[in-house]
């Protein structure tokens, strides 16, 4: 009979803190309403940290019931990158049906959506 050691995990990693604090305020924002990556960073408590925020969410599937698609850049856009693989397609169109309203640019009114928080 073979046992095996398994390595019990009692502290949690500060990444995971990070992505869990991210995830609680993107769960946060309501339905026809978006914030920016450093909005969510700032309210996660992790000023300054935009690029983490766009990190975190990127590494969720994309039938999470985190509301990732309600997170946007700065300029009033969809971030598009190769490596979203057509997420940033698929995140216009979600926000379309919550009532975005995008432009020929495929852009919205950041002043009017964006979460007061």
């Not at 869990?20 to 339905?31: G, M, Q, S």
């Amino acid at each position: 009979m073979s046992l095996k050691r398994t390595l019990l995990r009692t502290t949690r990693s500060p990444g995971n803190e990070a992505a869990e604090a991210v995830c609680a305020v993107v769960c946060r924002i309501p339905r026809g309403w978006v914030a920016t990556y450093g909005q969510v960073a700032a309210m996660a408590g992790l000023p300054g940290r935009a690029r983490l925020v766009g990190y975190v969410l990127q590494q969720l599937d994309m039938t999470t019931e985190i509301p990732w698609h309600r997170v946007v850049n700065a300029k009033g856009e969809v971030s598009y990158a190769l490596s979203r693989h057509g997420s940033d397609a698929f995140q216009q169109r979600l926000l379309e049906e919550e009532g975005v309203v995008f432009d020929e640019r495929n852009r919205f009114n950041l002043e009017r959506f964006r979460w007061p928080e």
